[in-house]
């Protein structure tokens, strides 16, 4: 069993990558005016690199279960913080036009791509990987359709259109290549190539990622911290919702590689991408920086104990 520090060390360097997306933005050597460019870059080739890589050949995803539980769990995960961070902050006296629903699609909308990628391969190895990837494809879907739902009220339509996306074709491919046992005849230039444009995307993301969080610290860094979103976003994101989504993993008869993929999960603080989402759809940019800088600094620390806790609890 790892123990407190250790987890510790995998982590810093994830979080030490976005300082340094902050800190280029600082001396201006990462412009605003490059963010979109190498955003597109980001999400529309290096992250399909990366899931195309992971996924083709992967032994994890024999097992028909890895195929389909993970994206309804992820479905259902991100569905279920949303609606608690939105009853929550509903009894606390938040109303609608004050950050009632800017609270709860914060809070509900856990980082659950860029920070539990590296943390995953690092803890349970890389073919993981594969069942995170379909994971992610529920916790898109929730994303584009009830998230945005809570937020702004856009039409189903509108959003499903949003899930279809380069990620989400290399995933299809991927497995389509697998299930039809093609995945050998892949040319090894080809996946060489591949696999050396995926070990771009993590860091790529994760300075793109700083870089959004800089811009947040330097405009207003007194208006970063609120008395009542600060604890309650924090309580939820990073004590709740760890929980209840730590006792499903024990409970529900999934497998062990979801088991490993829950577990890293859990504890992951507010999406930075809801900043970029809420400023698009008209919600209260104060209260999403709020919960999404709290909880990300304060995810430092806590991420390690609850990584300790589900290794310990949940896959024993």
């Known amino acids: 069993m790892l123990t407190y520090w250790q987890l510790l060390q995998l982590n810093v360097p994830i979080f030490a990558i976005i300082a340094v997306g902050g800190a280029l933005r600082r001396v201006e050597w990462l412009t605003k005016s490059a963010d979109e460019s190498l955003l597109n870059v980001v999400v529309k080739f290096l992250c399909p690199c990366l899931i195309f890589d992971s996924v083709l050949g992967n032994p994890a995803l024999r097992d028909p279960s890895n195929l389909y539980l993970p994206p309804l769990i992820g479905f259902a995960t991100i569905s279920l913080t949303l609606g608690v961070a939105y009853w929550v902050a509903r009894r606390l006296g938040m109303e609608r036009g004050t950050g009632l629903r800017t609270f709860a699609f914060a809070t509900g909308l856990s980082n659950y791509a860029y920070i539990p990628i590296p943390l995953t391969a690092a803890l349970f190895g890389r073919d993981i990987l594969g069942v995170l990837f379909l994971l992610t494809v529920g916790c898109d879907a929730a994303l584009w359709t009830v998230s945005i739902l809570v937020l702004s009220g856009l039409s189903l339509r509108e959003g499903w259109r949003k899930i279809l996306n380069p990620p989400v074709w290399a995933l299809l491919a991927a497995v389509g290549l697998n299930l039809f046992g093609v995945a050998p005849l892949v040319p090894i230039v080809a996946l060489n190539i591949v696999h050396m444009c995926a070990l771009c995307a993590i860091p790529m993301g994760l300075l793109l990622i700083g870089a959004t969080f800089g811009d947040v610290l330097l405009n207003e860094p007194l208006a970063l911290v609120d008395a009542r979103i ?5 309580a939820l994101r990073l004590g709740l919702f760890p929980l209840i989504i730590l006792v499903a993993a024990r409970m529900l008869p999934v497998s062990r590689e979801l088991k490993e993929v ?11 991408l809801s900043l970029v989402i809420a400023r698009h759809y008209g919600g209260r940019m104060s209260t999403a920086v709020q919960v999404v800088v709290a909880t990300t600094l304060i995810g430092v620390l806590a991420i390690p104990l609850w990584l300790r806790f589900g290794m310990a609890w949940v896959l024993r």
């Not at 600060?230 to 924090?234: G, L």
């Not at 829950?262 to 930075?272: E, G, K, T, W």
């Open 230 to 234: 600060t604890p309650i976003s924090c």
């Open 262 to 272: 829950l577990v890293v999960q859990a504890p992951m603080p507010a999406s930075i």
